[in-house]
């Protein structure tokens, strides 16, 4: 599918991160090339709407066939390289290989990764400072890839930073003697959605008895599941994965085309160098933010047109059931019924509350992401950031949002610590903000305070209504109870009407889940409070940025269970 340029910038593309040898047999090269063109052109016809990006370091063999038939294909390429180009190119010895270096680099995206100027120093022709740079951007590339192509020969190698332990890293977040120090999170055992490798077997010369011997390239899907590591097509819990992310853009385009003019509420960033890469991160906020407005309007006038018709349904039963002469009413009770039951059914097939839900949250994570990178707030080395984490102890699903977060962190993600003030005060301002009109602070203090009042009116209509029943019960009983047809039909049709109003408030209430939202927005409004205040009397940057960093696991935190909440309360055609 095409798009014009300015709604190509909004699309979160489907990163395919490259490893490999460089020591690739001559005679496989065509077989490989293929081999990778196959590869992309599946994934292409399979999820339409996702634009394919590879992911490669531009080494020589492997990294290199893939950005050549990926850029052949018309497919953006992301160059991450382990260090300054003009470093780099000495690794490479003939003019040829250089030559054909520096021809990428200017049909690629180049991203260099940060190296201060005391490793510059260190950073001799050969040895393990050199190996320790490959290293990183292995484990970055890694980090923020979908899909890891490893053209391999599948052959364990304890070499730092080789093919195997970058497989071995997508697998298990683990890299011997380089990040087998990073804490592991509690949520490690769970599925995860990040440890999908794509393996391309080959030979390599240094291992082969001739240069020219091959072998016939064979492919398959290699994960870390125990029970089937390897099979031959992608297995369905990561296809999942990937359909919502393809709808997700899909869904990114139709509202663009629809509203060309739309615009984020969001701050005006700051005019510091970080935003140049943050910038990035707020490009995919505005666009899920909007989409998760979209949506929540349509489930919650889903809601609204279920709950008056289910009022309408049981009105027209009693009073058909009551009054004799309106025995036509039985039509517009069967309408009633089935244009709700209809309309569950088309908000559930076409997974308007998902993609409410979803939406929502991953555009609460972007938030978290863009503010964090904006102070200066980053994971550890290359191998952990604010996404790892969030949602995983949550269904396998929810990691298409953790894949948005991947890509658009690529950029912020390889920013060198920054120690000015300025981001800082600016996350300060705007995120946090204070209890008038500005930031989160304001914001959950204002939806709290809305809440509490409207679960009080429902709480008093739904006791007026059931205590009103009661009462008329008790009259028709005790006083009423000879009295003629004439008398006595209103007050049972009223005693029936009025529970009913009670009864549909009360699940109208809990479906929308309003008394466990107004919860989370008085404990979120307590956390910035409690931040806000801390901050105030914060004596130096560093300890602003633990602030806000506490800030911003409370935030992932609780939109996970908000979801975990929400998701349950689907319209169902067989609740209606």
Known sequence: MEYDEEIDKYLTPLVIGVTGHRDLVPVEVDQLKSSVAGFIAELQQRFPNTPIQVMTALAEGADRLAAHVALDAGTNVQAVLPMPAE?????????????????????????????????????????????????????????????????????????????????????????????????RSSLFLTDDESDLVYHILCSRRKSSSSGDTGRTVQSSWFTSDRDSPRVESMPPRYIRVFEHHDTYNSDVVRQLRRNPQWRSTEADPPPTPMYDAAARI???????????????????????????????????????????????????????????????????????????????????GLRVQFYRSIAGIFGEGYTKFAYDNFLRQRDMELGWIRNVMRVAGILTDAQAPRTDEVGIHFTIDHWIGTELNVGQLAYYRIKARQRSRMNRFIDTITLVCLWGGIVIACILAFFLHDRGDDVRDPLIILMGVLPLIAGIAEVYTQRKADRELTKQYQFMSRVFSNARRRLDQASDNEERREILQGVGDAALSEHAEW?????VRAPEPAGF
């Open 87 to 183: 470093i780099y190119k000495e690794d490479f010895d003939s003019s040829a290989s250089k030559a054909d270096f520096e021809a990428l680099c200017e049909r690629c995206d180049v991203l260099a990764l940060p190296i201060s100027a005391t490793e510059l120093d260190a950073l001799e022709p050969s040895g393990p400072n050199r190996n320790l740079r490959y290293a990183n951007a292995g484990m970055y590339i890694s980090s923020h890839c979908h899909i890891l192509l490893a053209i391999w020969d599948g052959v364990q190698s304890d070499k730092a930073g080789g093919t195997s332990q970058i497989v071995y890293f997508q697998h298990y977040d683990r890299l011997p003697g380089l990040a087998e120090n990073v804490p």
């Open 563 to 567: 979801i975990l909440v929400h998701r």
């Open 282 to 364: 707020r490009d995919f906020f505005d666009v899920a933010d909007m989409l998760a407005d979209h949506f929540q309007k349509r489930i919650n006038l889903t809601l609204a047109c279920i709950y008056s018709l289910a009022f309408l349904t049981g009105l027209t039963f009693i009073l058909y059931s009551e009054l004799a002469g309106f025995d036509r009413l039985i039509y517009f009770f069967l309408a009633s019924l089935l244009f709700g039951t209809l309309l569950a059914f088309v908000a559930q097939k076409r997974e308007w509350h998902r993609k409410y839900l979803d939406y929502r949250v991953l555009a609460e």
